[in-house]
């Protein structure tokens, strides 16, 4: 039975994660797939904390690959053409997969046209309590950038899925050239966005599941908005708006535009749109518990980058 399963290369690139890589290495070695079937691959990208030494414990049961720094891109890349899988998997150092993680990817390739995988994030349970706040907010703003998805029966096509949790066919990861170096967040979703325009099928399986560990201060949840929104503009100067995320801007922007406008008519307009501003943050606050200043800081961030990279000359 085992011998019918096709060889699978997880590629996991790290930098100064010496807190949860021993946690993601342990999970992996831990995989219900067989063992002479599943080949791990550690990129460390020029860590500067103890990981190096963390990795030398499992130099007799994981392949690492020590590069200079250059981004995770670049990392999953250099792990890709040292790959000898058919399919390659995708995760982070800051992650911990599910024991069946790697057997619930391969399911979703049941025919030739399917070319990608992804599956669900989650909380560790160990995570701090800001964290939990981000996941909070990333899962209640999962629907326009896909990047977590709402949980799922059965397996279904997508367009995207995070290269945390990701798996691909080797062959057509190399003719793409694989992740775009430098472009960093967003080079899965740039990837991705390659693999649907010719055709391929992209699919998710919720039973495909990791467990994230997430920023662990507002000062990192900022860099990463600014980041996130910096990239989505590049990317949709580069394709247009093929998001749905692209246009929260525009919405914004002429959503105050119109009260403004519409206030000057009748003050009565500036009530509504005050309630309306009001509902969206009982639906984040009160519904989906996300903290506010969570909330407007990741819009606020987001934004401005996504404005301000869009409207920056080529």
Same mark, same amino acid.
């Given at each position: 039975?085992?011998?019918?399963?096709?060889?699978?290369?997880?590629?996991?690139?790290?930098?100064?994660?010496?807190?949860?890589?021993?946690?993601?290495?342990?999970?992996?070695?831990?995989?219900?797939?067989?063992?002479?079937?599943?080949?791990?691959?550690?990129?460390?990208?020029?860590?500067?904390?103890?990981?190096?030494?963390?990795?030398?414990?499992?130099?007799?049961?994981?392949?690492?690959?020590?590069?200079?720094?250059?981004?995770?891109?670049?990392?999953?890349?250099?792990?890709?053409?040292?790959?000898?899988?058919?399919?390659?998997?995708?995760?982070?150092?800051?992650?911990?997969?599910?024991?069946?993680?790697?057997?619930?990817?391969?399911?979703?390739?049941?025919?030739?046209?399917?070319?990608?995988?992804?599956?669900?994030?989650?909380?560790?349970?160990?995570?701090?309590?800001?964290?939990?706040?981000?996941?909070?907010?990333?899962?209640?703003?999962?629907?326009?950038?896909?990047?977590?998805?709402?949980?799922?029966?059965?397996?279904?096509?997508?367009?995207?899925?995070?290269?945390?949790?990701?798996?691909?066919?080797?062959?057509?990861?190399?003719?793409?050239?694989?992740?775009?170096?430098?472009?960093?967040?967003?080079?899965?979703?740039?990837?991705?966005?390659?693999?649907?325009?010719?055709? =391929?099928?992209?699919?998710?399986?919720?039973?495909?599941?990791?467990?994230?560990?997430?920023?662990?201060?507002?000062?990192?949840?900022?860099?990463?908005?600014?980041?996130?929104?910096?990239?989505?503009?590049?990317?949709?100067?580069? =394709?247009?708006?093929?998001?749905?995320?692209?246009?929260?801007?525009?919405?914004?922007?002429?959503?105050?535009?119109?009260?403004?406008?519409?206030?000057?008519?009748? =003050?009565?307009?500036?009530?509504?749109?005050?309630?309306?501003?009001?509902?969206?943050?009982?639906?984040?606050?009160?519904?989906?518990?996300?903290?506010?200043?969570?909330?407007?800081?990741?819009?606020?961030?987001?934004?401005?980058?996504?404005?301000?990279? =869009?409207?920056?000359?080529?």
């Amino acid at each position: 039975m085992s011998d019918n399963l096709p060889l699978v290369s997880v590629i996991v690139p790290t930098y100064n994660e010496a807190k949860t890589i021993e946690k993601c290495i342990d999970a992996l070695l831990k995989q219900n797939y067989p063992k002479n079937k599943l080949e791990i691959i550690i990129v460390n990208d020029g860590s500067t904390d103890e990981t190096k030494k963390i990795l030398k414990k499992y130099f007799e049961k994981i392949k690492i690959i020590n590069i200079p720094n250059g981004g995770p891109s670049r990392a999953r890349n250099i792990g890709a053409k040292n790959a000898k899988g058919e399919l390659i998997a995708s995760t982070d150092g800051d992650c911990i997969v599910d024991p069946n993680w790697v057997k619930e990817l391969v399911r979703c390739f049941d025919n030739k046209q399917v070319y990608a995988a992804g599956g669900a994030q989650f909380a560790p349970l160990d995570q701090s309590q800001f964290g939990n706040q981000i996941q909070k907010f990333l899962e209640a703003s999962g629907f326009l950038g896909e990047y977590i998805k709402y949980k799922k029966n059965g397996i279904i096509e997508t367009n995207h899925n995070p290269s945390c949790n990701s798996m691909y066919r080797k062959k057509v990861f190399s003719e793409l050239g694989g992740f775009e170096e430098g472009l960093w967040p967003s080079e899965d979703v740039d990837l991705d966005y390659r693999l649907k325009k010719m055709g =391929y099928i992209i699919k998710y399986n919720p039973n495909a599941i990791v467990y994230h560990y997430r920023p662990k201060n507002m000062s990192a949840f900022r860099r990463m908005m600014y980041n996130y929104g910096k990239t989505a503009a590049i990317l949709a100067k580069r =394709y247009g708006f093929f998001r749905k995320i692209y246009f929260e801007p525009i919405f914004i922007i002429l959503s105050v535009l119109l009260i403004i406008f519409l206030t000057y008519i009748n =003050y009565y307009f500036l009530i509504i749109g005050t309630l309306l501003i009001l509902i969206v943050i009982f639906y984040f606050n009160i519904i989906k518990k996300v903290n506010l200043s969570i909330l407007f800081l990741a819009l606020y961030e987001w934004n401005r980058a996504f404005i301000l990279e =869009y409207l920056r000359k080529i």
